[in-house]
């Protein structure tokens, strides 16, 4: 048998384990809905922020007009900002007549062993418990997302009814330019197919994740697992903080969002290449064999399969069937970002993008300049985690 024919055969089989065995990750699935609670939980959303002048206004008056009959507020802590974050945040509470619902604090300077993100996050859920003591839930979010008017209220409305200690959403990502439309539905779908949802929602599972721009959890349990503090030098902390509530036994989901958006551009290839390269080397814990094993398994399940069918001979009907399968899936995705069918075959192609931006992740990792976001190195050979 050739080389090609062996090629083939790994890349079909690979594809057939994959929408098999692997908790349906590709479905996409209307949410679940959930009956309304006789009394509606206090709740306080706390934001984050560092130079995000752009979005804070939006993100602030999303969370204020939200439709939501409980209580509501909101704390932003202004992380060391100089382009006027605080004052745009406050300035969109007081235009909507809110003024009294919002906090803003400032960070503290940043001790050594935190990542930034975590540090003034932990400082806002002490702004928020020393506020509002008696909230039952705290809202984890950023300072670039658009929640849609009805979004808490179905959240809240799963949380308790599923008896869940963590709630967390992806939010719809912008796919708006030519660059973005190509790349930002696949980055959800691998996201998927490395934490499949309805995984991450089993209590036998070990599997565990959440999308940071959208955590809702309950205080008791932030505080089983040490507050914070648990993650305070987890770059890719939504799952850190995931893994930690699963770890204490607290029961968890993650889904995707309806109207909830994330309000960030990507500004060309560049971003989109930031996006991926921050993180990667650090999902694959800053190992070289793994990191060999993650370009060669792309090579085989995204990339042969079709230079297999278009090439023809050896390997060529196992190499469609293995598109043809890669596709199918990768479709249901691509409907849920509203984009053309025409984007579904192209994966293989995205998914080089993918590959060079690991493989940049890597070298960035081990040149001390890995998971640079804001001006800060925070995941570097040479760097400590809180420079």
């Known amino acids: 048998m050739s080389l090609a024919s062996l090629a083939g055969l790994a890349g079909a089989g690979a594809w057939g384990w994959l929408l098999t065995m692997r908790g349906n990750f590709w479905r996409v699935e209307p949410m679940r809905h959930a009956p309304m609670p006789d009394d509606w939980p206090e709740v306080v959303a706390v934001i984050p922020a560092r130079d995000e002048a752009d979005t804070i206004g939006d993100a602030v008056e999303s969370l204020l007009s939200q439709n939501y009959p409980g209580g509501l507020s909101v704390v932003v802590v202004d992380?060391?900002?100089s382009d006027g974050t605080a004052d745009t945040a406050r300035v969109r509470a007081e235009s909507l007549g809110a003024a009294h619902r919002l906090t803003v604090v400032q960070a503290p300077d940043l001790p050594?062993?935190?990542?930034?993100?975590?540090w003034a996050q932990s400082h806002g859920v002490a702004t928020a418990r020393a506020l509002r003591p008696d909230a039952a839930l705290l809202l984890l979010t950023d300072a670039d997302i658009a929640h849609g008017k009805g979004e808490l209220r179905r959240m809240v409305c799963r949380l308790l009814a599923e008896r869940?200690?963590?709630l967390s959403l992806m939010v719809r990502l912008r796919a708006e330019s030519a660059w973005e439309r190509a790349v930002v539905p696949a980055f959800v779908f691998f996201f998927r197919m490395l934490y499949p949802f309805s995984w991450v929602s089993d209590p036998r599972s070990t599997t565990a994740a959440a999308a940071g721009g959208y955590v809702l959890i309950?205080?008791?349990?932030?505080?089983?697992?040490g507050g914070i503090k648990a993650i305070k030098d987890a770059l890719i902390d939504d799952c850190a903080l995931a893994s930690a509530v699963k770890a204490e036994g607290g029961?968890?989901?993650?889904?995707?969002?309806?109207?909830?958006?994330?309000?960030?551009?990507?500004?060309?290839?560049?971003g989109l290449w930031r996006m991926i390269s921050r993180s990667a080397y650090t999902q694959l814990r800053h190992s070289p064999l793994l990191l060999l094993w993650t370009i060669v398994a792309m090579l085989v399940v995204f990339l042969l399969p079709p230079i297999l069918a278009i090439r023809g001979g050896g390997g060529s009907l196992t190499g469609a069937f293995a598109w043809a399968a890669m596709t199918g899936a990768y479709f249901q995705m691509v409907r849920y970002y509203r984009q053309l069918p025409v984007w579904a075959p192209l994966?293989?192609?995205?998914s080089l993008f993918y590959l060079g931006a690991t493989i940049h992740s890597a070298i960035k990792y081990w040149r001390g300049e890995g998971g640079e976001w804001k001006g800060r190195v925070q995941d570097g050979r040479h760097e400590g985690a809180a420079a």
């Open 347 to 350: 994966l293989p192609l995205v």
């Open 251 to 270: 029961r968890l989901t993650l889904d995707l969002a309806d109207e909830t958006v994330s309000l960030r551009g990507y500004h060309g290839p560049e």
């Open 112 to 118: 050594l062993g935190w990542t930034g993100k975590m």
């Open 164 to 166: 869940l200690d963590m």
């Open 79 to 81: 992380d060391h900002s």
């Open 218 to 225: 309950r205080p008791s349990m932030l505080e089983r697992i």
